[in-house]
């Protein structure tokens, strides 16, 4: 063979590994994917929402009367028996101060005052002394009556007088009375509120108890101040008698029925406690988003159903994950969301068969925020793409990620 054909040969060889190192290159290469293989289990269809404990009744201890309060000694967390338990204390409120025109009409007030009552006691003297003179004359027209100096008509004139002095000493008494009363009125018009303190250890003070047993919740006035009738003052409740209020969207909220089972979670706490819907309450609210939407809620009361030394370190306003379960099964075929996505008017799936990706449409039943129950399309086994990129289609060649 001469060296031309052999240059041939050679540069032919090369020209072919070329060439089919080139094809290997550009030759289509597998997808890699993420997989799952189907099983049965158990599918839990739930709506979540966060909320919070609450003590099913909150007794708030109000002020009967406007006063001046005692700074309440009590603190958040101590314990208060019904009926025995005093909680706070009232006085009576100090005088307010009185301006210029005010303070000088008090004073000519009391001076009036002081010049009635000894107008008052001038007359009551008076009074007296007409009666005292009306008895004596009495007394001498009984003894004349007896010798037949006078005649009767005498004595019963001198009785008359007496009996008139004395409804006219009565009078002047009662007027007098009236005039001391009026004196000390208008004293205590000039009270000011340093004799108004000094003298408050010899006042009555309106003591409140605690209306049940229990706790304190908080303190709307602990400072001692004045108060305005019906000011609130303090809060009470039993920490052990406690239930969940949860503002669901009235949407979710339509699917919700008393006695539905209730997973509690992320209270802080290891294992999730148990609950039961207790009512649906029929009113809805407004309520605006972080996001700033307006959203129609409504609330949903849940009652514990776990032993209450699982969750006796919950409290008042404790916040909770509350998920109500609508529908659970324990046998159903589960294919998770991620593998799913919309083929017309109908659910599909990729499905792995000998190494290529195959389009499936398949029948859905119920689902959760992670899988969704599987009536027809699939079976036991089959591996299913999660999240398949658009680099998947039917009879594309895949490997799963590792």
């Given amino acids: 063979m001469n060296a031309g054909r052999r240059r041939g040969i050679l540069w032919g060889l090369v020209a072919a590994l070329l060439v089919a190192a080139l094809v290997y290159a550009f030759r289509p290469q597998p997808v890699p994917v993420d997989a799952a293989r189907l099983a049965r289990g158990e599918l839990v269809v739930t709506v979540d929402e966060e909320g919070e404990t609450r003590i099913r009744d909150v007794f708030v201890v109000s002020a009967p009367v406007a006063g001046w309060v005692k700074r309440i000694e009590a603190e958040v967390g101590d314990e208060v028996v019904a009926g025995a338990t005093v909680v706070a204390e009232i006085e009576p409120i100090d005088p307010a101060f009185l301006d210029l025109r005010s303070e000088v009409q008090a004073e000519a007030d009391l001076n009036v005052a002081r010049a009635n009552q000894a107008l008052a006691a001038a007359e009551f003297e008076q009074a007296r002394a007409e009666y005292e003179f009306a ?28 009996r008139t ?3 006219a000493l009565a009078t002047a008494r009662a007027r007098q009375q009236v005039r001391d009363f009026e004196l000390a009125r208008a004293e205590a018009q000039l009270l000011s509120p340093r004799e108004s303190r000094a003298e408050r250890g010899s006042c009555e003070c309106v003591p409140l ?7 304190v919740l908080g303190l709307a006035h602990e ?19 406690l239930e969940i209020v949860v503002d669901f969207l009235s949407i979710d909220a339509v699917q919700i029925e008393a006695g539905q089972r209730v997973i509690v979670e992320q209270w802080g706490g290891g294992a999730a406690l148990a609950g039961k819907v207790r009512r649906v309450e029929p009113a809805g609210f407004t309520k605006i988003s972080a996001l700033g939407i307006e959203e129609q809620r409504t609330n949903v009361i849940i009652d514990f159903t776990s032993p209450a030394t699982m969750w006796q370190r919950l409290g008042h306003g404790y916040q909770v994950e509350a998920r109500v379960v609508l529908w659970e099964g324990e046998d159903v075929l589960v294919v998770p969301l991620t593998a799913l996505f919309r083929h017309g008017d109908a659910w599909a799936v990729f499905v792995i068969d000998r190494g290529r990706a195959r ?44």
């Avoid at 108890?209 to 706790?215: C, D, E, F, L, S």
């Avoid at 079976?379 to 799963?400: C, E, M, N």
């Fill in 165 to 167: 002095t004395r409804a």
């Fill in 359 to 402: 389009l499936r449409e398949v029948q859905l039943g119920h689902r959760n925020g992670y899988d969704a129950e599987v009536r027809a399309g699939l079976a036991v086994g089959d591996q299913v793409i999660l999240s398949p990129s658009d680099r998947v289609s039917d009879g594309v060649r895949v490997i799963t990620r590792d």
């Fill in 135 to 162: 008895q004596a004359e009495l007394a001498r027209a009984r003894k004349l009556i007896a010798g037949a100096t006078i005649s009767q008509q005498a004595l019963d004139d001198a009785e008359r007088r007496a």
């Fill in 209 to 215: 108890t605690a209306p049940v047993n229990g706790r």
């Fill in 223 to 241: 400072s001692e101040g004045v108060i305005a009738a019906g000011a609130p003052l303090i809060e009470i409740g039993d920490p052990s008698d």
